[in-house]
T-cell receptor, first 109, second 111 residues
Framework: RKEVEQDPGPFNVPEGATVAFNCTYSNSASQSFFWYRQDCRKEPKLLMSVYSSGNEDGRFTAQLNRASQYISLLIRDSKLSDSATYLCVGYSSASKIIFGSGTRLSIRP | NAGVTQTPKFQVLKTGQSMTLQCAQDMNHEYMSWYRQDPGMGLRLIHYSVGAGITDQGEVPNGYNVSRSTTEDFPLRLLSAAPSQTSVYFC??????????FGPGTRLTVT
């Protein structure tokens, strides 16, 4: 079992919809979590940090559930420009940084 | 600020050849790292460095060497290229290992 697992998708939703996807992790020692966004054939870019108390940045909300060992990303009022692959990552230490394989999101007009 | 730069953008090697992928950052970050990204596998940590003169292995270090003589530069050396090393390589930097900034990547093909 992978330490960080994501549904690969693709999630295909209409513009303006709300979409959410989860990322599960198996290593309870993972301390910090982040979401990155990666456009096709580009480098990953940090989207937001994930806290137990939740983290909201505009249309994006991230949440960490330590009891069930998953993190989530919610995108409201989705835009065409949100089409990308979303990567979750868990940090246990400097040498233990585990990226998920990514969830592909496609927003249709 | 150029951020994180990588050269070359593309490279084709023959099996057994060696080469160095260059990475530089101008943000004065102590932490730098190298990842490879393969389809369906996510990014995997190859080597990382927490400061000049200090390097350590990540998840998939075999076949790769690194050094960190300055804060700015963190080259990755492929000792004897193999087809299994065909991948996209990303260099990243950050203040403390979290919230990493990635370079544009090097697409490497080994034939």
């Amino acid at each position: 079992r992978k330490e960080v697992e994501q549904d690969p998708g693709p999630f295909n939703v209409p513009e303006g919809a709300t979409v959410a996807f989860n990322c599960t992790y198996s290593n309870s020692a993972s301390q910090s979590f982040f979401w990155y966004r990666q456009d096709c054939r580009k480098e990953p870019k940090l989207l937001m940090s994930v806290y137990s108390s939740g983290n909201e940045d505009g249309r994006f909300t991230a949440q960490l559930n330590r009891a069930s060992q998953y993190i989530s990303l919610l995108i409201r009022d989705s835009k065409l420009s949100d089409s990308a692959t979303y990567l979750c990552v868990g940090y246990s230490s400097a040498s233990k940084i585990i990226f998920g394989s990514g969830t592909r999101l496609s927003i249709r007009p | 600020n150029a951020g994180v730069t990588q050269t070359p953008k593309f490279q084709v090697l023959k099996t057994g050849q060696s080469m160095t992928l260059q990475c530089a950052q101008d943000m004065n970050h102590e932490y730098m790292s190298w990842y490879r990204q393969d389809p369906g596998m996510g990014l995997r940590l190859i080597h990382y460095s927490v400061g000049a003169g200090i390097t350590d292995q990540g998840e998939v270090p075999n076949g790769y060497n690194v050094s960190r003589s300055t804060t700015e530069d963190f080259p990755l050396r492929l000792l004897s290229a193999a087809p299994s090393q065909t991948s996209v390589y990303f260099c990243a930097s950050s203040l403390q290992g979290y919230e990493q900034y990635f370079g544009p990547g090097t697409r490497l093909t080994v034939t």
